[in-house]
């Protein structure tokens, strides 16, 4: 996962949990509103220097709105926003040290690439042979050096989303906020830019902030994501703890598909709970501090359930039987909706063997087992 892989020699990947590292954005207390909306809530966020960080969230939660205080383009009705060490209360966007990559790349249309990229170097009166350099290095980042006399009606989709990035870029800013940077591409061409994008942003060192709606693209990204909803962050951490270790039912359901079991605490102690669900007592080999008789959910994903018919042995600890009611073939892999008593329970399953073997395929009115393991369960209080 991106969370454990990302960062060279002698720096951190996890800046966050380093001792005595100054966050390099700092958001305290922002709230937004327009007239009675508030768009952003009293939100505190520390954002740490060559993160990709992710603000992820449905339409409307307030995402631009806060990538657009961190530019500078709307104020804080309160609370403090600071870059790099300075406050930005008294900065215009112009003197921020931040760029910003609008979804409409906002390319001038009668300008070639080269000269697109160029334009705000020229604006800011950089000498001409800097911005030859500067704007031919970006062009191989990017990798777009043999389109550089093109317009961009003579690009894919793809590639103007590099010019545009190319753009942001050659200015050197400390801190790139992209909104919704990938959102004009197709899935394809949007999951192969999501990794040019992490190889770019390890190759400049730049922290990026990137706002986006699609949870698998923020998975795929991020060091790390605040997850936001109505103005507010419902949980901040990397992908893996976002989707192992939800805090709430909303996180648990926004981020990937899950199971949600509601129930009571039939037992507690140090090292597990027990609950008693609408498919049967569920044991969590993890202690929480919860009473017994408290009224709880179980979150349990989909691809942690293991499937078996009955009879052919199912694995683990826990087994659950079910009638299979529902299949769906995705080629590498099957998902089944399994009733149980008045639950339908989803479980997916990767399709090792070709359907010729048929007896040992799962079929639609199949009596099935399901089993888990204890530390896959999720306990939520909330
Ligand atoms: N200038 C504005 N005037 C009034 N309402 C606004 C303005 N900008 C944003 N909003 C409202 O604030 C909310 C959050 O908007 P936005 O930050 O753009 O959401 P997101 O980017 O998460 O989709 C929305 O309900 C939007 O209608
Ligand atoms: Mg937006």
């Given at each position: 996962m991106a969370d454990q892989e990302r960062g060279s020699e002698g720096v951190s990947a996890t800046p966050w949990l380093e001792p005595g590292v100054e966050p390099f954005v700092r958001i305290r207390g922002v709230t937004k509103t327009f007239g009675d909306f508030v768009a952003v809530d009293n939100v505190d966020l520390d954002i740490y220097k060559g993160e990709l960080f992710c603000l992820l969230g449905g339409s409307g939660c307030g995402k631009s709105t806060l990538l657009r205080m961190l530019a500078g383009f709307e104020t804080p009705t309160s609370g403090s926003i600071s870059i790099d060490g300075a406050d930005m209360s008294a900065v215009p966007a112009y003197e921020r040290p931040t760029n910003m990559m609008f979804q409409?790349?906002?390319?001038?249309?009668?300008?070639?690439v080269e000269k697109n990229i160029a334009y705000g170097l020229k604006q800011g009166r950089v000498p001409k042979a800097e911005i030859a350099e500067r704007v031919d290095e970006v062009l191989g980042l990017v990798e777009l050096r043999e389109f550089r006399?093109?317009?961009?009606?003579?690009?894919?989709?793809g590639q103007k989303q590099r010019v545009a990035l190319a753009r942001a870029l050659v200015k050197r800013p400390k801190l790139l906020l992209l909104d919704e940077p990938l959102g004009a591409l197709d899935k394809r061409l949007r999951e192969q830019t999501q990794f040019e994008l992490m190889n770019i942003q390890e190759q400049v060192g730049i922290t990026f902030i990137v706002v986006t709606h699609d949870q698998e693209e923020a998975m795929t990204l991020s060091t790390r994501i605040a997850v936001m909803d109505a103005g507010v962050f419902r949980q901040i951490g990397t992908p893996t703890e976002i989707y192992e270790f939800p805090e709430s039912r909303f996180v648990a359901d926004f981020i990937g598909s899950t199971n949600m079991l509601e129930g009571r605490v039939t037992e507690t102690g140090s090292d597990h709970v027990d609950v008693?669900?609408?498919?049967?007592?569920?044991?969590?080999?993890?202690?929480?501090?919860?009473?017994?008789?408290?009224?709880v959910w179980i979150a349990l994903r989909p691809e942690k359930i293991r499937l078996a018919k009955t009879g052919d042995g199912a694995l683990g600890s826990v087994?659950?039987?079910?009638?299979?009611?529902?299949?769906?073939?995705?080629?590498?892999?099957?998902?089944?909706?399994?009733?149980?008593?008045?639950?339908?329970?989803?479980?997916?399953?990767?399709?090792?063997v070709r359907p010729k073997d048929r007896q040992h395929a799962i079929q639609w009115e199949d009596e099935v087992v399901l089993s888990w393991d204890d530390s896959s369960p999720v306990l939520l209080v909330r």
């Open positions: 409409s790349y906002a390319l001038f249309p009668h300008m070639t006399k093109r317009k961009p009606q003579q690009l894919s989709g008693d669900t609408e498919v049967g007592p569920i044991h969590i080999d993890q202690g929480m501090p919860v009473g017994d008789g408290a009224r087994q659950v039987k079910g009638i299979v009611e529902e299949m769906g073939y995705f080629g590498d892999m099957s998902v089944y909706k399994v009733r149980v008593g008045g639950s339908l329970i989803e479980v997916c399953a990767p399709n090792r």
